[in-house]
């Protein structure tokens, strides 16, 4: 029973992707015919062949660019703007799919290549600007998860941190030295009593009778310096030994 439910389900993706791959071949068959019409200035046929391709579910900007390209033929510039704007909707969009569109509009030029190269234009910047707000998007999600889970992750294992040490109390003054006895001061030494100074010579009579004045009288001497100590005396010379007697034998 398992078995021919594979085989069913095998079956039926087949023919899923085989219908898939049939459908697209017809549809790129209305577009390519749709081109050629179009560069044969058969443009109603070639409007017929984009739209029968468009309304069949064809996600092909291409066909919508032709369409816009016939539109604007036929005078239908509003039309042409509104295939224009889809097609490049599809063109940023197409993410299974690449739709060579550059190598296909290069036959386009002129006022109507310029018209649809701003559609394209506008149709990348809003790519580019919803491609940020989803990357801005998923930074934010990340960075709740991550808050999250650190919220409800346990506490960290570990040594667990000291109570802070109460206030130490000021240190002691230390005990004072014990002071030292006083010394009693000690009498000044009793100094030599100075030498008393020679009396001053009785001043020299003047003679009334004497014709000059007589010479003034000398100053007083100041006393002599004390007597430096006498040198001890030199230590008396060893004697001599006696000189030999003279032999009067000699000659």
């Known amino acids: 029973m398992l078995r021919t439910l594979c085989w069913v389900m095998v079956v039926g993706v087949t023919m899923g992707t085989a219908s898939l791959l049939a459908q697209d071949a017809i549809l790129n068959h209305f577009y390519g015919q749709g081109v050629h019409k179009f560069f044969a200035r058969d443009y109603v046929g070639a409007f017929e062949d984009f739209n029968t391709a468009i309304e069949n579910g064809s996600d092909d900007p291409r066909c919508f660019y032709y369409r816009g390209l ?4 036929l005078g239908r510039e509003e039309e042409a703007k509104s295939d224009f704007e889809k097609g490049a909707q599809l063109e940023m969009q197409a993410a299974r799919k690449f739709f060579d569109v ?14 649809i190269e701003q559609y394209r234009t506008k149709a990348r910047l809003a790519a580019m600007v919803e491609l940020e707000r989803q990357r801005k998007a998923r930074y934010e999600e990340l960075r709740r998860e991550e808050a999250r889970v650190l919220d409800r992750a346990p506490p960290a294992v570990g ?19 014990p002071s030292e006895p006083a010394v009693a001061e000690q009498p000044p030494a009793a100094q030599p009593p100075a030498p008393a100074a020679p009396p001053a010579a009785p ?6 009778f004497a014709t000059e004045p007589s010479a003034p009288a000398q100053p007083a001497m100041p006393p002599a310096p004390e007597q430096e100590p006498a040198a001890p005396p030199a230590p008396p010379a060893p004697p001599q030994p006696p000189a030999p007697a003279e032999n009067p034998f000699a000659t």
């Not at 016939?70 to 033929?73: G, K, S």
């Not at 550059?102 to 109507?112: F, H, N």
């Not at 040594?159 to 030295?177: D, H, K, L, T, Y």
């Open 203 to 208: 001043p020299a009579e003047t003679n009334p």
């Open 159 to 177: 040594i667990p941190e000291a109570a802070p040490a109460p206030p130490s109390a000021p240190p002691a003054a230390p005990p004072a030295a």
């Open 102 to 115: 550059s190598k296909a509009l290069e036959r386009i030029q002129g006022r109507q290549r310029v018209m």
């Open 70 to 73: 016939t539109y604007l033929h």
